[in-house]
């Protein structure tokens, strides 16, 4: 009898154990209800799930508002975020009280966001206080999504929608996995990157739907390892390494598979950027297809009588074919005072329909090894 009862203890001991070890934390069991404002909800369920290990956000179907909120870590141990519903950050600009984000993950090791719910930014009537292109030290607006100092973490099947400034801002991050994403905003909408990294490491995004008024994926400086894969971009400024140089200080970028743009400004301090290789794309109605641009001034608001002292290298562009918007298909024009060193250029072939003939490709300050089908043929300008 000892024996059983004490078999009994140790099984309904362990049930406790399993039950505890996570928790399913709804906002509606927080007080937040659809078509209202859920920012309390929210931090409340962010809370008590963080303070156990394995739990669960959840926010059902529907439709919610939401302000500025900051999801903090450490917790416990692994967190899940499974948005199912749609989440509204406020119209306003005055709303965010001098924040940069809508929704801001930070410090968290081993987040999970799913559920194929919707972050929309709401940014139609901000793009229009958006004065970048005209004043070099402009104030950026609220970001939809920020991910600081996260780790070893996925984030897939979410959608972001109409940021005011860029949707899914990528900070100090180490680990990180981007699956499945679809993120959205019109052509002409101003500074509204898809996913921009920074200061991370070994960050992968693949099957992923882009389509914004300016960079697809941009890669900002201090960032290594990054692969993209299965991307599809437009509209937008396709996947860009860049702009580098605009900063004092600014860290090596490194270790990118997939992009096609590089961009730094001239008069820059030094830097470097290698280590970069973009093979497997296919370019349907692109304008200028292949680029590396060091003389990178937007709109003319920099100083471009020294030339750009990041240092570029050990670059390659393989197998890109398709269709270039622009005659100008291949664009290396490298710094006269750090030339481009250790490029390489395979099997290109883009065709160009447009007035004035056959596409053309232009090298400066670049002696790339050539091999391969070209079209157009490799450097046909030089200068």
Known sequence: MGKNLSIVTISFLLLLASTSAGQVCDVKSYGGKPNADITQALTKA???????????????????????????????????????????????????????FSVSF???????????????????????????????????????????????????????KDSKFFHINVMGCKNLQIQHVSITAPGDSPNTDGIHIGCSSKITITNANIGTGDDCISIGDGTQDVTANQVTCGPGHGISVGSLGRYQNEQ??????????IKTWPSSPPG????????????????NPILIDQGYCPNNQCSNKSPSKVNISNVSFKNIRGTSSTKEAVKLICSNSVPCQQVVVTDIDLVYKGAGGSATSTCVNVKPTISGKQNPLACTRKQ
């Not at 470097?272 to 304008?287: G, P, T, W, Y």
Request: charged share 15%.
């Open 106 to 160: 930070q410090r968290i090791d081993s987040l999970t966001m799913s559920g194929g719910g919707v972050f929309d930014g709401k940014g139609q009537m901000a793009w229009q206080n958006n004065n970048c292109a005209k004043k070099y030290s402009c104030k950026t607006l609220p970001i939809n999504i920020r991910f600081d100092f996260v780790t070893n973490s996925i984030v897939r099947n979410i959608k972001s």
């Open 46 to 100: 962010w809370k008590a799930a963080c303070a156990v290990a394995g739990s669960e956000v959840v926010i059902s179907t529907g439709t919610y508002k939401l302000g500025v909120v900051t999801l903090l870590g450490p917790c416990k141990g692994a967190i899940e975020f499974n948005l199912q519903g749609t989440l509204q950050a406020p119209s306003n600009i005055a709303s965010f009280n001098g924040k940069d």
């Open 272 to 287: 470097s950027a290698s280590d970069m290789h973009f093979e497997n794309i296919i370019m349907n109605n692109v304008a």
């Open 252 to 261: 090596p970028v490194s270790g990118i598979r997939n992009g096609v743009r």
